[in-house]
């Protein structure tokens, strides 16, 4: 079964503060994404990427950098982090093509900014 | 930016009973249209797919989807307390970016 993992799984961070969430595939996959999860927002998409080396900006990356340095790595770089970035962070990797819209998705990190 | 409006946010039913969620998207690019489950604690997990007008099956699952209306239902027959987790709708157009409905919380009562 394709494999997404998030690294941590939970962070306490300070206001200010650096934060980077860190996601690795073996799924070979050319496209990757962040979400965060709150709820009655559903799962809202920061960034994503099509391949090493490019990023998009989603429907909210205010406060947000995402780095794609590789097929394999995507990361979320929350440079000053603020108490409203508390939240479920989730990670996922898609294919172009057959069964388009099926993302894989890792188990989340939870962060919480103090 | 695509709106996706999902109905209703919880929902209750008994063990054998119906479960039916309902999804409007407002992108008339959308073309491909999934349902995800996410169990608590979990990651979400794709439930399936429908891509043409009408029906499409699979076991107690049945989706429909309406293009002209940019509608898509998802009835779970025979439901089950395995069954109770939060669902997603969510479509994707011509750029890869599947975008998520805001959830409805189905509890399946023993």
């Known amino acids: 079964e394709a494999a997404v993992t998030q690294s941590p799984r939970n962070k306490v961070a300070v206001t200010g503060g650096k934060v980077t969430l860190s996601c690795n595939q073996t799924?070979?996959?050319?496209?990757m994404y962040w979400y965060r999860q709150d709820t009655g927002h559903g799962l809202r998409l920061i960034h994503y990427s099509y391949g090493a080396g490019s990023t998009e900006k989603g429907d909210i990356p205010d406060g947000y950098k995402a780095s794609r340095p590789s097929q394999e790595n995507f990361s979320l770089i929350l440079e000053l982090a603020t108490p409203s970035q508390t939240s479920v962070y989730f990670c996922a990797s898609g294919q172009t093509g057959r069964d388009t819209g099926q993302l894989y998705f890792g188990e989340g990190s939870k962060l919480t900014v103090l | 930016q695509q709106k996706v409006q999902q109905s209703p946010e919880s929902l209750i039913v008994p063990e054998g009973g119906m479960a039916s969620l309902n999804c409007t998207f407002s992108?008339?690019?959308?073309?491909y249209f999934w349902w995800y489950r996410q169990h608590s604690g979990e990651g979400p997990k794709a439930l399936m797919s429908i891509f043409s007008n009408g029906d499409k099956k699979e076991g107690r699952f049945t989706a429909h989807l309406n293009k002209a209306s940019l509608h898509v239902s998802l009835h779970i027959k025979d439901s089950q307390p395995s069954d109770s987790a939060l669902y997603f709708c969510?479509?994707?157009?011509?750029?890869?970016?599947?975008?998520f409905g805001s959830g409805t919380k189905l509890t399946v009562e023993p």
């Open positions: 992108d008339r690019n959308s073309q």
């Open positions: 799924n070979n996959h050319n496209n």
């Open positions: 969510a479509g994707m157009s011509n750029y890869n970016v599947l975008y």
